[in-house]
């Protein structure tokens, strides 16, 4: 908001071999549409617009609540409840290009990891940006996976275009939206009270707070009058008092005192409600005077001097900036008030310096809920559970499952036969820096298979830093215990594309490993999924008779299965132990959901590696050969106190 308001059946047969041993079973043919799993009923996107509650599995009042769906109020009152506690949150705005688009979501992946309470996408006035802001406040709440706030400016826009943009952010199980005014100052009292009759409590509302009045009411000397600046306050009261807004954040500001002038005059007159203070953190000298003369912010006389010296230096003015950006904070945790909302103009280096500077935020301990992040949509608040073959691809496994309108909660096993949505050209989409990363890394000449296993053993150690199988850039910190291991099986051409290592009892605040919060303990059975010949398949299938403790599942693009696991088969392979809580396993190895899979593991060979060749190109005939010969396989050492998976290369 800078300038607020300005703008089964199962083919073949299973039994039980010698001593109660699996029986290895082949399934033969390509109809994988005969596999089962958890199936969760599709719901038209009519219904769900009237009702997004419906279909909701709610889960008995003592089960554990991880990635449970909060308003914005709820969350700050939350946070209030708990003495040291602070809440953060983030601006960003639309980009005007494509690129800078898909720049600012791989931006907010970073961000949201240091798992701000929310972030908030501005709107321009009049709703000249309204498309690109509701497609950007779809993706930041269900794939990027932060609780929302949509900005919504009033002025311009006729209530029908106003009902269409709340109708579809609550399609999208948005919430939350910021309620502006625009300009001129008026009617955004009637239009809180028009939210407030159409969808009741539905909706958390914030509104702006001005500490120095609206910019259209302060004076050429830069400070509004007495009775501006009365007349402001009384409208902001009618506004949350009256007209029923939950919350209020601040216009940018850099003189503390004003803001907590501000907070008291707005206490004296009976508002309430938590005042979110918005800081800019100043990032260059000249963007900092059009940002402050637009927004006629008053700028103390010791900031005017310190960036008069430094004007001309671009690092130093932005040195400066996250100096008084945490001075500034300081004051304000100080004074009180728990919550702090960063104004980035879409820059995150400055507004994590601060954030780290406070204590708030440590680039080596980013906590998870789950080991998955989980959009914050009401549809999907209470899901814990998913199969692991997705763990590098989570924004496809998302649009896959899209359409349920009850997703697994506590146990994968509670549900029959899923119902994944089908391969679309989105799951092979890319931003186009990923894009062009993976032809600077991936699109080399291959003239063997073993230029094919480089590129994947490059990729296991690190030396790589995209890869067509994953959505996210680099090696997870997991994978790094594990990747000389993974390094050598690739060069014997048994191609990773996934994989954890075994943990028994690690603390669930490490920073490996660790999830849930602290306080708890969690494990993983070793896991590997990868591509190889039938002939190495076949090889390895008779070393793992020697291992009892792994089982494997393999299949390949037409559908031909090889398993020494009954059908239907769920594996628990990451689970948690906490306080006063039941166990929750929110990873699974799970067989019908391996087949869905297959097709879209396969399927990037060709539209994920071989499309960055020419066509004809003797590299893309390789990679298509490879795709159509193959197998998929995963396995899975059930020891996860002895095992060792490797041992079986």
């Known amino acids: 908001m800078p300038g607020l308001g300005k703008s089964t059946t199962v083919v073949g047969g299973v039994g039980v071999g010698e001593r109660g041993q699996p029986r290895t079973t082949h399934y033969c043919g390509g109809d994988t549409s005969v596999f089962s799993a958890p199936t969760y009923r599709k719901v038209s996107a009519i219904k769900r617009e009237m009702d997004p509650m419906v279909g909701m599995h709610i889960a008995p009042s003592n089960s554990p609540r991880f990635g449970v769906k909060m308003k914005v109020i709820e969350k700050i009152r939350e946070a209030s409840a708990k003495e040291g506690r602070v809440v953060f ?26 798992n701000p309470s929310f972030c908030d996408i501005t709107w321009g006035a009049g709703g000249s940006t309204a498309d690109l802001t509701l497609d950007i406040a779809n993706k930041m709440q269900n794939m990027i996976c932060v609780e929302t706030m949509m900005h919504l400016t009033c002025t311009n826009m006729p209530v029908e275009k106003i009902d269409h943009a709340l109708d579809t952010i609550k399609s999208n199980g948005i919430q939350n939206v910021l309620a502006l005014r625009g300009d001129p100052p008026h009617g955004q009292d009637k239009f809180v009270k028009h939210i407030r009759s159409k969808y009741g409590d539905y909706f958390g509302i914030t509104v702006a707070g001005y500490p120095e009045a609206h910019p259209d009411v302060i004076k050429s ?9 009365e007349s402001d306050l009384a409208y902001l009261k009618r506004k949350v008092v009256d007209a029923g807004a939950d919350l209020i954040i601040t216009q940018l500001f850099y003189d503390i005192n004003i803001f907590l002038k501000f907070v008291n005059d707005c206490r004296q007159i009976g508002i309430t409600c938590p005042i979110v203070p918005g800081i800019m953190p100043i990032n260059n000298y000249k963007g900092f005077l059009r940002m402050t003369g637009f927004c006629k912010t008053k700028i103390p006389s010791e900031i ?13 003015v932005r040195a400066y900036g996250i100096h008084l950006g945490t001075e500034m904070c300081k004051k304000i945790l100080a004074s009180g008030i728990n919550t702090l909302h960063l104004y980035t103009l879409n820059m995150e ?63 994968w096993g509670d549900s029959c036969n899923p119902s994944y949505g089908a391969l679309t050209d989105y799951q092979f989409m890319r931003p186009r820096a990923r894009d062009k990363k993976l032809h600077e890394e991936w699109a080399v000449p291959l003239k063997s298979l073993e ?68 306080g708890g303990y969690v494990y993983q059975k070793a896991y590997v999924e990868f591509f190889c010949s039938k002939e190495k398949l076949n090889a390895l299938i008779e070393k793992c008779k020697a291992f009892t403790s792994i089982t494997y599942m393999a299949v390949n693009k037409v559908g031909n299965w090889i398993s020494n696991v009954g059908q239907p088969h769920v594996n628990a392979v990451t689970w948690g132990v906490f306080p006063a809580k039941e166990i929750i396993q929110p990873t699974i190895v799970d067989s019908a959901s391996f087949v869905i899979w297959k097709d879209e593991a396969f399927e990037i060979w060709t539209r994920g590696w071989a499309s960055l060749y020419p066509e004809n190109d003797p590299s893309r005939k390789l990679l298509e050969e490879v795709q159509s010969s193959y197998f998929l396989v995963c396995l899975v050492d059930n020891d996860f106190v002895h095992g060792d998976l490797f041992a079986v290369f």
């Open 451 to 518: 230029d094919i296993h480089e590129r994947f053993t490059k990729c296991c150690l690190g030396n790589l830093r995209s890869s067509p199988w994953s959505e996210l850039d680099g090696l997870q910190p997991e994978t790094k215990i594990i990747n000389e291991q993974l390094g050598n099986i690739n060069r014997k051409g048994f191609l990773t594309i996934n994989s954890q290592p075994a943990v028994n009892g690690a603390k669930s605040d490490s920073p490996s490993f660790g999830w849930g919060g602290r």
């Open 304 to 316: 005017t001097a310190a960036l008069e010296r430094i004007k001309d230096n671009e690092e130093a």
């Open 349 to 411: 280096k400055s507004a994590l310096a601060i954030l780290m500077n406070l204590g708030l935020i440590e680039e080596s301990k980013i906590s998870r809920t789950l080991p998955w992040r989980c959009p914050t949509n009401v549809f999907r608040v209470k899901e814990d559970v998913r199969p692991i073959f997705w763990a590098n691809r989570p924004k496809s496994y998302i649009s896959r499952t899209i359409a349920w309108d009850q997703y697994p909660h506590g146990r």
């Open 221 to 229: 000397d830069g400070v509004a009058s007495l009775e501006a600046y």
């Open 89 to 114: 949150s983030f601006e960003f705005f639309p980009p005007k290009t494509e690129d800078g688009v898909d720049n600012l979501f791989e931006r907010m992946d970073r961000m949201v990891a240091h």
